[in-house]
């Protein structure tokens, strides 16, 4: 059954894709990319990846469709057509393709037990979780400690995008037009703003419960992060880029980018002189299973605290713009 | 009985994708991703009955709080962005 | 007794939540304009996930997942009718007027 629900939205996901692809209007785009998104959360919900189904609400649902209507908002509404080398475009998309296609024949079945990482690798994790951390979450585990050095590189990456933007963007916007889109915000809409203020708090609240319950139940640094960067983008959008800003001032959330990444190699750094190997979270306590647990939680801060302020400052930039009209 | 109304909610999926890419207005595509939110909600909510995961409803309820940040920032766009009425179609 | 009266309505509940659902997404595909179709659209968003999620509830009992069901039907009764508000509003305010006899779906 869980095949047939897969397939089922699996489908609807390759003909939402297509029509993305097809049209020329761009806020059809993201409006469809927003639908992509809900429909990849489901599939990800209904092959139990609770962590990544929460990750793809928490940042495709909201942020993305945000961030791609800010960006919109500085070029034009229509992609221009071009329709040089077509054919050879369609040539080299077909061979890649059925490539690709050939190359999923030598893969294992979807849930079969005998693919070899069902042998090796995830009878391990799903044995010494347990042990060496003592809490129910393998996917906290893996991420936290078995594979830190995976998330820590993706910390970095999350660090790099929001330098990349800001470099880009931060530039002084030229004179002349400077109407910008986000001052006013929706004051002027009574039932919205009474709404979406009354429900900051609870969003901000999920996040941290996001984040501190990650170990337990589906969640961490990651989705926590967005989770509030959503909650301060929303009261953005009530009040004005400005009021969130006076909030949420920059220099906090470049803080926040600087010391999430800051805090997470720190921690490694740290184990290195306690003593054990960077990243080797037993060294930290007399306890390793404490210690282990301590290590989790305070890299799931960085991760939360970097991912946070990436993500408000990438929208900050595009916000700051002054709209093309 | 879950099987019952999650087929539902995904035949009334496909039924606001269709609306979705047929248009003819902005306005009818943002309903139809609206709609297609909150269907994605009670649809996590649903299967989590279905597979006896009742653990994993806090994904539906990131959803139910998350949908109206991506709403509200339509809406914002909408009315900043000098537009023609009508957009054109796409099949 | 109480069980098998519990289960028959939530049952009850469930299929006509699941009823609604259909009911409201054939509307939002066929009927003529977009307020009738945001009609159609709201009627799933609140009709629909009053049913279901009451449904379930019975279904769950007095559990952990009853304050999640809760949390989550109140939270989807504010944010839904707030988007079709907000929806309604943006539309009418760019000049389109809610109109009987004017077809834009003629396809």
Known sequence: MIIVFALFLLTLLVITALAIV?????FVAVMLTSIFSLLMASNFFILDAADVA???????????????????????EHEKPHLSRRKLNTVVITILASLII????????????????????APWYLEKTPEYMDFPNVVTAILGSFRGYDTLGEVFVVFAACIGVLFILGVKPPE??????????????????VVGRLLIPFLVLFGLYVQFH??????????????????IILYALLEGEAAALRAVPRSVLLGLVIGGATLYGGVGVVCILMG???????????????????????IEAGVGMAVCGALLSIFHAFAARPMRV | MYLVVSIAILVTMILALVRALRGPTVYDRVLAVNMFGTKTVLLLAVIAFLFGRPDFLDL????????????????????????KAETSNID | MIETVVDILSWFLLCTGGIFVLIGGIGTLRLPDFYTRLHAASLTETMATILILVGMILQAGLTLATIKLLTIMAFLLLTAPTASYALANAALQSGNSPNAQQRDDQT
């Open chain 1, 102 to 121: 050939y190359a999923t024949f030598d893969k294992p079945r979807l849930g079969d037990p005998d693919a070899p990482v069902h042998q090796h690798l």
């Open chain 1, 214 to 231: 990650g170990e337990y139940s589906p969640g961490g640094g990651f989705q926590a992060g967005a989770l509030i960067a959503s909650a």
């Open chain 2, 60 to 83: 539906a309820l990131a959803y139910a709080l998350i949908n109206l940040v991506g709403v509200l920032a339509v809406l914002e766009f909408i009315q900043n962005k000098p537009r």
């Open chain 1, 54 to 76: 929460l990750t793809e609400a928490a940042v495709g649902a909201g942020i993305t469709t945000v961030i791609f209507l800010a960006a919109l908002m500085l070029t034009t």
């Open chain 1, 276 to 298: 054990g190997n960077f990243l080797e979270y037993t060294v930290l306590l007399d306890n390793p299973v404490a210690a282990q647990q301590t290590g989790i939680i305070l």
């Open chain 1, 176 to 193: 002349g037009s400077t109407y910008n889109p986000y001052r006013s915000g929706l004051k002027h809409h009574l039932i919205p703003q």
């Open chain 1, 22 to 26: 097809q049209t020329t209007n761009l």
